[in-house]
C-alpha cells in the first residue's frame, strides 16, 4: 500500500510559468514533509521542507502547501525556469516512528521553452 | 565540499558473488541510510543507521547487509546477490533524525546476471 503518492507521472509546463506538483499521503503519522529534485545520474537534492505545525513554507521561487485536512501537499515553482525540468519526489516521515523517508514515485516536470 | 561518496557508480556482476558498495560522508552526520530506486517504485529504504554500531532494517531490508563501524562509512553488502536487486542504489546521511533533509549520493547502478 502506497503511502505516499504522487499522481501524476510527468507534467509539462511553460517556462515562466507556475508549475504545481501535487503530493497526496495516506498515514496521518508523518508529521515532516520534503521535496527532493533529481536530475538523470544524480542523487536527490533536497528543494524544501515543511513541518506539519505550518501550512506554508516559502523558499525562493519555491513554496510548499500542506493541507493536513485533505492530506495533501503541493509545491509550487514560479516563474518556472529550463533549469527546473528534474523529477520531483515527494517524501514524509513520522517524527516518533521508524526511521527513513518513505518516496512517491516522483513525478517528471518539463519545462518547455 | 560537503559530500556523500558512493563507490563503485557502476556494477555488473553474477549471481552469488559477493559484493560491497562503500559509502562515506564528510559531514560528520550521525544518520545514514541506504536506498533502492526501482522503476514504479520510487526509492525505497533498505537499511538505516542512527550512529555508529546502531543499525535497523527499514523497508526492504532482506538480501542485505550493513554496518556502521565509523560515523563517515556506510557500507551495503549483498552477501549473494540476485537478480531481483538489480536496482538504483542511494546512500543518504543527515545530521539528525528529526526533520533534517538527507543528502543524498550520486547512486551506484547495479546489474545482477
Known amino acids: 500500500d502506497q503511502q505516499v503518492k504522487q499522481n501524476s507521472p510527468s507534467l509539462s509546463v511553460q517556462e515562466g510559468r507556475i508549475s504545481i506538483l501535487n503530493c497526496d499521503y495516506t498515514?496521518?503519522?508523518?508529521?515532516?514533509f520534503l521535496w527532493y529534485k533529481k536530475y538523470p545520474a544524480e542523487g536527490p537534492t533536497f528543494l524544501i521542507s515543511i513541518s506539519s505545525i505550518k501550512d506554508k513554507n516559502e523558499d525562493g521561487r519555491f513554496t510548499v502547501f500542506l493541507n493536513k485536512s485533505a492530506k495533501h501537499l503541493s509545491l509550487h515553482i514560479v516563474p518556472s525556469q529550463p533549469g527546473d525540468s528534474a523529477v520531483y519526489f515527494c517524501?514524509?516521515?513520522?517524527?516518533?516512528?521508524?526511521?527513513?523517508?518513505?518516496f512517491g514515485k516522483g513525478t517528471h516536470l518539463i519545462i518547455q521553452p | 565540499e560537503a559530500q556523500v561518496t558512493q563507490n563503485p557508480r557502476y556494477l555488473i556482476t553474477v549471481t552469488g558473488k559477493k559484493l560491497t558498495v562503500t559509502c562515506s560522508q564528510n559531514m560528520n552526520h550521525e544518520y545514514m541510510s541506504w536506498y533502492r530506486q526501482d522503476p514504479g517504485l520510487g526509492l525505497r529504504q533498505i537499511y538505516y543507521s542512527m550512529n555508529v554500531e546502531v543499525t535497523d532494517k527499514g523497508d526492504v531490508p532482506e538480501g542485505y547487509k550493513v554496518s556502521r563501524k565509523e560515523k563517515r562509512n556506510f557500507p551495503l553488502i549483498l552477501e549473494s546477490p540476485s537478480p531481483n536487486q538489480t536496482s538504483l542504489y542511494f546512500c543518504?546521511?543527515?545530521?539528525?533524525?528529526?526533520?533534517?533533509?538527507?543528502?543524498f549520493g550520486d547512486g551506484t547502478r547495479l546489474s545482477i546476471l
Open positions: 498515514n496521518s503519522m508523518f508529521d515532516y
Open positions: 517524501a514524509a516521515r513520522t517524527t516518533g516512528g521508524a526511521d527513513g523517508l518513505t
Open positions: 543518504a546521511s543527515s545530521l539528525g533524525r528529526i526533520n533534517q533533509p538527507q543528502h
